[in-house]
């Protein structure tokens, strides 16, 4: 059963998450943070949530907004969806006590060549003032599967800054990824997919292991960036995006690798084990401390 162009636009109710120190230190937790910012909840300054955790926001209304009978496809192509590349981008921090708000729409469906490509655009608000936190725009790859009607596109993503040329030496940070990680991420984060903890789908979906979800080697990118080149303070982050390109199975070494940045953007890629792209065409986006 194909895509249906013709769902373009479709948005989903809003779901609203009242923030607890819970939430916020599980996600931290599960990317094996220590760092007090997320951690130490007693401390004068309270806690920050990581960057990352809008995407355990955003893992609900992906599934509304996949389930609709709308969008066409069976079960079994729906769950062919690879996450392509995640463009997240950070108006003010996470705290303990926020209510936030987010919705999914869909802003582009078009045919690529393994299948069909489904762009989704993400805002998280305030539920009390309606002001944005994070929006995110997150591509999938349904592989395979046909689109029914035109190519339509609503909206773009976002051009990205261009980073200046740095003539620093190439960093390299090796990044261990315990074989529990993907366990620990799924419950810590709230984001389930079986092929992420289950071998024996995994191996059902053609996939030689259970692999890393994308979104958690994105955020472990984006912790050691944040140590790194913005002074241990997540606030500074604005925005952080890379494509998904490799598979990462639990048990292995990956490799971040960046250059000192030269203002406020910093390029990156991360290697699997094997040499291959992880993530490709990382680009971080620093910023004054906010708080």
């Given at each position: 059963m194909p895509i249906r162009s013709a769902a373009l636009g479709n948005q989903t109710p809003p779901q609203v998450v009242d923030i607890t120190p819970r939430r916020l230190l599980s996600y931290a937790a599960?990317?094996?943070?220590?760092?007090?910012?997320?951690?130490?909840?007693?401390?004068?300054?309270?806690?920050?949530?990581?960057?990352?955790?809008?995407?355990?926001?955003?893992?609900?209304?992906?599934?509304?907004?996949?389930?609709?009978?709308?969008?066409?496809m069976s079960w079994e192509e729906r769950i062919r969806g690879v996450h392509a590349a995640q463009d997240s981008i950070f108006h003010?921090?996470?705290?303990?006590?926020?209510?936030?708000?987010?919705?999914?729409?869909?802003?582009?469906?078009?045919?690529?060549?393994?299948?069909?490509?489904?762009?989704?655009?993400?805002?998280?608000v305030d539920d009390r003032t309606d002001a944005p936190v994070a929006t995110s725009y997150a591509s999938s790859i349904y592989r395979g599967v046909e689109v029914e009607g035109e190519d339509m596109c609503i909206e773009e993503t976002p051009g990205l800054p261009v980073a200046a040329q740095s003539a620093a030496d190439?960093?390299?940070?090796?990044?261990?990824?315990?074989?529990?990680?993907?366990?620990v991420y799924t419950e810590c984060a709230r984001i389930w997919n079986p092929i992420h903890t289950e071998r024996q789908v995994a191996l059902?979906?053609?996939?030689?292991?259970?692999i890393l979800h994308g979104t958690a080697t994105w955020a472990l990118a984006a912790?050691?960036?944040?140590?790194?080149?913005?002074?241990?303070?997540?606030?500074?982050?604005?925005?952080?995006?890379?494509?998904?390109?490799?598979?990462?199975?639990?048990?292995?070494?990956?490799?971040?690798?960046?250059?000192?940045?030269?203002?406020?953007?910093?390029?990156?890629?991360?290697?699997?084990?094997?040499?291959?792209?992880?993530?490709?065409?990382?680009?971080?986006?620093?910023g004054e401390p906010q708080g």
């Amino acid at each position: 059963m194909p895509i249906r162009s013709a769902a373009l636009g479709n948005q989903t109710p809003p779901q609203v998450v009242d923030i607890t120190p819970r939430r916020l230190l599980s996600y931290a937790a599960g990317l094996g943070e220590s760092h007090p910012h997320y951690l130490d909840d007693a401390a004068t300054t309270g806690i920050v949530g990581h960057p990352a955790f809008c995407v355990a926001l955003e893992w609900p209304v992906t599934l509304m907004l996949r389930d609709e009978e709308s969008l066409g496809m069976s079960w079994e192509e729906r769950i062919r969806g690879v996450h392509a590349a995640q463009d997240s981008i950070f108006h003010r921090p996470i705290y303990p006590g926020d209510r936030l708000r987010t919705v999914a729409s869909l802003v582009q469906i078009r045919r690529i060549r393994p299948g069909a490509l489904v762009l989704t655009k993400f805002e998280t608000v305030d539920d009390r003032t309606d002001a944005p936190v994070a929006t995110s725009y997150a591509s999938s790859i349904y592989r395979g599967v046909e689109v029914e009607g035109e190519d339509m596109c609503i909206e773009e993503t976002p051009g990205l800054p261009v980073a200046a040329q740095s003539a620093a030496d190439l960093t390299q940070v090796p990044i261990p990824i315990a074989r529990e990680a993907p366990h620990v991420y799924t419950e810590c984060a709230r984001i389930w997919n079986p092929i992420h903890t289950e071998r024996q789908v995994a191996l059902q979906a053609g996939l030689p292991d259970i692999i890393l979800h994308g979104t958690a080697t994105w955020a472990l990118a984006a912790s050691h960036l944040i140590q790194r080149c913005a002074q241990a303070d997540p606030t500074r982050l604005r925005r952080f995006t890379g494509r998904f390109t490799a598979m990462v199975i639990p048990g292995s070494t990956i490799t971040l690798e960046y250059r000192e940045p030269q203002g406020d953007t910093v390029s990156y890629s991360v290697c699997n084990a094997e040499g291959e792209p992880a993530i490709s065409q990382g680009i971080a986006v620093l910023g004054e401390p906010q708080g």
